[in-house]
């Protein structure tokens, strides 16, 4: 037999045989090694998570004519160059001064299905409208104007063109319009009415044109950065923007949170070194006669030293696996809870989680197992 | 030269001489009891023949070699390579198997050897036990897996403190016998026992009192035989 063979057939058999000491000290490390890997499987998933928690807060993107107007033409060219996975949705706006009962308001044109994908926050009670002569109100035009779910609404519009004369002779443009929603926001967007592209344009006789367009697209800033000088060298008629805000603000607490994360790693593995090096303290102690014994009996202080190194090490593997099984459950769970969406495995953390372990654990009974070289072979000689 | 020379040897702790200028000298082959009353010295004695523990003063020569002034690290090396050590407690590892405890000396040794520590637990009439935990074996038999353990390397010298002192007579006997087969085959033995029946069977016994030796009797009709009245 192999000296290497003995010696593990010794280093397993001490923990297999002293299974309840054993189990204390794995425990810690497992645990110790499952908020390691847990954490760090959020830490590197945050930055997908939160860039859908931000993206739902509106876009982060927006086109505006380089000069005085473009076409929806021009705004779909643009989106086009935006890989579509990347797209999460665009919104065209049109803003027109209509009136109701005499009283002006701004009314909205947009592609409706676009608006809801890039501002997944708006709060519409009822319906968003689905068809033609349906529209949604902003909550402070509702107030204003006692308008219901359900009621009916007639804007009237005066094209800007028309001459003095024309207005006292001409009549208004009109159409009536069914209430499908009213839109809840707490912002500006409560003060206008929307409907769809097609209808104001039938509204104020025209083919129209589109004043901007909001996007909300996924992927770092520095993807952004990339779309938008594509997309400004590609469409002359758009001039594309990040929205400063929102993805500086996304950033500022991406970097505070994972901060955050490292922070309470470090001093979970802190912990976890303290407890392991309390339990080997223990371990030794009680193990001292034993470690007499062995050196009554020709081991030399390497010996030892390899010995317990050789155990904890394995007990630091075996609480690795077990940690970076239950980290990814743990980060699972977190992710469930907090974002509501499902964590991506990374192979990579297993054996990270399983390094980190052994060299915690090796690292945590370095004193202890010194102290064990300090026994003194003559205490088993005189016998308790 | 003798295999092992105490030259006015003393241990002393404060005040209290726990050897006190001691002169002892054992030839190879020899088979030596060390009787006395508790605290007269004798596993002072032995920790320091043994090689576990330095006099304050004298000389302790083994195999020419003043181990007094040894590193411990020369010490380990050479109680692991001329010295197997018997206790009265029977000092197993208690998550090893039989064959496991005795493997172990083997391993700080040389090599690991199953076979050769199966056939030592033979001689000590353990073979069915190989495979047993110390808890699961009775006193005699942990004590006679330490004796196979002690003889495994084919140590110059076995040193025993109270081998017996924790046995029935069935299995001192047993533990006796093993001692004469040893000595048969050219192993020193220094014995520390209690027991006169014990003591009786070596060639020759001395007797410690207050750490000094008091009294060295040379048994004239030695057989290795233990002799029951
Ligand atoms: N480390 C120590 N520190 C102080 N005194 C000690 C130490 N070790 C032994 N002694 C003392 O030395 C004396 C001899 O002790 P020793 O253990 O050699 O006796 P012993 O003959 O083996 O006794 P027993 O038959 O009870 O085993 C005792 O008085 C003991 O108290
Ligand atoms: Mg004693």
Redesign the pocket.
Known sequence: MKKRQMFLRMITASLMRRRSRMLVALLSIAIGATILSGLVTIYYDVPRQMGAQFRSYGANMIFVPADTAFTEQDVRQGAAVIQAADLVGIAPYRYENVRINGIPVVAAGTDMQGAQAASPYWHVDGAWPAKDGELMVGAKVAESFRLKVGGEIELSYTPETRTQEELKTVQDQTCTYQITGILDTGGSEEEYVYMSLPDLAKLTVDDGKVDVAELSVSGGAEQLEKYIEQINAAVPAVTARTVKRVTASETTVLTKLQALVLLVTIVVLALTMICVATTMTAVVAERRREIGLRKAIGASDKSIVGEFLGENLLLGLLGGIIGSLLGFIFAQQVSIHVFSSSISFRLWIVPVTILVSIAVTGLASLLPIRSATEVDP?LV???E | MSLLELKNVY?I??E?H??DNVNFTVEKGEWVSIM????????????IIGCMDKPSKGEVLLDGVDIAKESAKNLTAIRRDKIGLIF?QFHLVNYLTAVENVMLAQYYHSMPDEKEALEALERVGLAGRAKHLPSQLSGGEQQRVCVARALINTPEIILA??PTGNLDEKNEEIVVDLFHKLHDEGTTLIV?T?DPEVAEVAQRRIV?RD?KITKSVVNENFTGKIRFS
């Open positions: 003559a000689l005189k016998g | 241990k702790y404060g209290l726990a050897l006395g009353p508790s605290g007269s010295g004798k596993s002072t004695m032995m920790n009265q403190d109270e520390v209690h410690l750490g």
